[in-house]
């Protein structure tokens, strides 16, 4: 049946139709997929902030199976006029556009994002309290076998609490910068 086989071409050479199509719908509508019109990027920037928070504030599993709850995030905020404050971040509400924190004394407080130049998280450096922790228990060691060991344990816990509020303990890092592009 050879006659059948003139009707078939490949997809690629079947004729299209006559008028160009557009890419974009140029009044901003949706398209025949019901998607929107693209985020800007200031509301790009906001969501990769309140997922930095989220990130921020979960817990290992090992500390969710015992039943910790997540704490809040230590965070120094810039604004646009140019002072810093030192809040706690409990999380960045999109549907407001605003930055819900604590303060010192648990007052919750209610930050426009569009008030805010720049956000850093107070992050603990661990290695440096684990080298306090491991400093004390050799030299405990060295000084007095497992008893001595059992002592540095203890003194090195009690140096690395003392030195909790360090600034040499912590290392800040951005999370939001208004300005970024």
Known sequence: M????????????????S???LKRDPLGGTNDRGVGPLPSREQLRNEQFAHA???GRTLPL????????????PARILFKDGHEVELRLGEVDLDQDQLVCADPYDAPVHI????????????????????VWIGGTVLGALAGGLVGALFGISVGAMVARALDDSPSMYQWTRLYDQGAA
């Open 19 to 21: 008028r160009p199509q």
């Open 2 to 17: 050879p006659w059948r086989a003139q009707d078939v071409r490949p997809l690629i050479l079947c004729r299209r139709a």
């Open 53 to 55: 928070v989220e990130r």
């Open 112 to 131: 426009p994002l569009a008030q805010i130049e720049a956000v850093w998280h107070r992050r603990p450096l661990v290695w440096r309290s684990a080298s």
């Open 62 to 73: 090992v500390f969710r199976l015992f039943g910790t709850t997540p704490q809040l995030l």
